[in-house]
Nanobody
Framework: QVQLVESGGGLVQPGGSLRLSCAAS????????MAWYRQAPGKQRELVAG???????NYADSVKGRFAISRVYARNTMYLQMNSLKPEDTAVYYC?????????WGQGTQVTVSS
């Protein structure tokens, strides 16, 4: 079993920054690949960024150069630093992983970018 708990969402003005956190339970954190997804109203859930167990990263084109994904093994926590936020970044952001061929999702955290 893996539990994922996100935090750090909120309301921010365009051009602002937020950092999301995803705390993972269990002792398998260092062995799992993880990712951030988001879902805007009326749209499909989409991959934002991913990070492997070894620390390799990948990003959606829409966030390259503005977002940074990272993980701290000692804290069992993954982060998403979001800079230069745009209104189109408004969505519920979800933490995700796969373990033993089962999908695990966090509860989601709302990010709203608006003036």
């Amino acid at each position: 079993q893996v539990q994922l708990v996100e935090s750090g969402g909120g309301l921010v003005q365009p051009g602002g920054s937020l950092r999301l956190s995803c705390a993972a339970s269990g002792s398998i954190f260092s062995n799992i690949d993880m990712a951030w997804y988001r879902q805007a109203p009326g749209k499909q859930r989409e991959l934002v960024a991913g990070i492997t167990s070894g620390g390799s990263t990948n990003y959606a084109d829409s966030v390259k150069g503005r977002f940074a994904i990272s993980r701290v093994y000692a804290r069992n926590t993954m982060y998403l630093q979001m800079n230069s936020l745009k209104p189109e970044d408004t969505a519920v952001y979800y933490c995700y992983t796969v373990y033993n061929r089962r999908d695990y999702w966090g509860q989601g955290t709302q990010v709203t970018v608006s003036s």
